[in-house]
Each structure stands twice: as structure tokens, then as C-alpha cells.
């Protein structure tokens, strides 16, 4: 089945440095989504890449979608202690039934 | 709006039991999807319910099963409970499903099988 592999597993950072957390996927896809999950929270959902190359930016959070539509990153801008928590990449493949599949994610941590 | 309602928020149960879950999702919603969270698989699809009908499955045992219901409301049930089955089950709802929408969470059940 569709299997989406996300680095790294966690990343310590000290506050004001850059984050970017890689995904990779074993089948093209045809969209793309990020999701954040606070400790001790659900999933919310960030943003949907759906376009080769599509590049969409939230402040200061920046996402790619790659050529071949089976990468994707998310670059964290100047962090800070709100951006604390795990961020999923999940990617659906369409037409199969394997739903929206999940990177195991990265946590962010950072120190202050 | 109100968001996606997941009751009951805890839950004990004992080897070999029953359990069912519910799912309220977001008005105007009509696909629902289940997740399994644990600190070591991550999250695990489950299954995704459009319409009443289930239209993916993940690959779980047959003991997981759910349903749909016309208003969207879901359920899902887990038999003959294992202590492998003790994790955090996510409920998503989404306007149409995987194929343009994001998802939004509930806050989720803690399965606890002992």
C-alpha cells in the first residue's frame, strides 16, 4: 500500500532559528496536506497542495509540493514557542483505498 | 459552528470486550474518516464513510468496523478487545472526502484495554 515517509523525527531548535520537516512519498499523489497536532491535541489541518511545484505560503510557514508530486517540506521562518507541536504530511494517492495516508510526523521542540 | 464531536472522550475497557465509538461531524459534512494514534505506528487510517457507504478501508482486522448513519453521524466498533488496541481513535470529517478538503479532527477517544 501507499506509504508516505516523513524527516526528520524530531528537531530541537533554538527559538528565531528555521525548521523544515521532508516528505516522501512511495506513489505520485494527487494532493497533498500539512496538519499540526499540539501535545495533548488533535490534528488541524494547515493547507492542501494539489499543483506540481506549487509553492503556498501561511506567514511564516512555507510549502512545496514537488515536481513529480511525491515530495513535499514545511519551512518554518524564525520559530517560535507557539510553532511547538508535531506536523503531519498526509497524502492521498486517488482512486486506491488506502484514504488519506499519514507521515508519522516531526516534532518540533524549542528552546527558549 | 460546532465542531467534530467524539463521545466518549475516555474510555476502560477489558480484554475481549466490545466497545463503540461515536462521531458527530461538522454540519453539512458527509464524509467521515477513523484514525488510530499511538506514540509508536503514528496514525493508522482506518476507514472513510461518504454517504452511508464506506469507501476506503485501511488494513485492520475485521474486528474494527463501522458505520454511517443518513444524518452522517458515525460509529465505529471494536470486538473482542487486545491490549494492542489501546490508543487514541481520531474521528475527521471533510466536506467531500480526500479529494480536495481538509480534514477536521475531533478531539478524539483514549481506548484503554487492560
Known amino acids: 500500500g501507499q506509504q508516505v515517509m516523513q524527516i526528520p523525527q524530531y528537531q530541537h531548535v533554538q527559538e528565531g532559528e528555521d525548521f523544515t520537516t521532508y516528505c516522501n512519498s512511495s506513489t505520485t499523489l494527487s494532493n497533498i496536506q500539512w496538519y499540526k497536532q499540539r501535545p495533548g491535541g488533535h490534528p488541524v489541518f494547515l493547507i492542501q497542495?494539489?499543483?506540481?511545484?506549487e509553492v503556498k505560503k501561511q506567514k511564516r510557514l512555507t510549502f512545496q509540493f514537488g515536481e513529480a508530486k511525491k515530495n513535499s517540506s514545511l519551512h518554518i521562518t524564525a520559530t517560535q514557542t507557539t510553532d511547538v507541536g508535531t506536523y503531519f504530511c498526509?497524502?492521498?494517492?486517488?482512486?486506491?483505498?488506502?484514504?488519506?495516508?499519514f507521515g508519522k510526523g516531526t516534532h518540533l521542540i524549542i528552546q527558549p | 459552528k460546532a465542531g467534530v464531536t467524539q463521545t466518549p472522550r475516555y474510555l476502560i475497557k477489558t480484554r475481549g470486550q466490545q466497545v463503540t465509538l461515536s462521531c458527530s461531524p461538522i454540519?453539512?459534512?458527509?464524509?467521515v474518516s477513523w484514525y488510530q494514534q499511538t506514540p509508536g505506528q503514528g496514525l493508522q487510517f482506518l476507514f472513510e464513510y461518504f454517504s452511508e457507504t464506506q469507501r476506503n478501508k485501511g488494513n485492520f482486522p475485521g474486528r474494527f468496523s463501522g458505520r454511517q448513519f443518513s444524518n452522517s453521524r458515525s460509529e465505529m466498533n471494536v470486538s473482542t478487545l487486545e491490549l494492542g488496541d489501546s490508543a487514541l481513535y481520531l474521528c475527521?470529517?471533510?466536506?467531500?472526502?480526500?479529494?480536495?478538503?481538509?480534514?477536521?479532527f475531533g478531539s478524539g477517544t483514549r481506548l484503554t484495554v487492560v
Open positions: 498526509a497524502g492521498y494517492s486517488g482512486g486506491g483505498a488506502d484514504g488519506l495516508t
Open positions: 475527521a470529517s471533510s466536506l467531500a472526502g480526500t479529494e480536495g478538503y481538509g480534514y477536521t
Open positions: 454540519s453539512g459534512h458527509r464524509s
Open positions: 497542495l494539489v499543483k506540481s511545484g
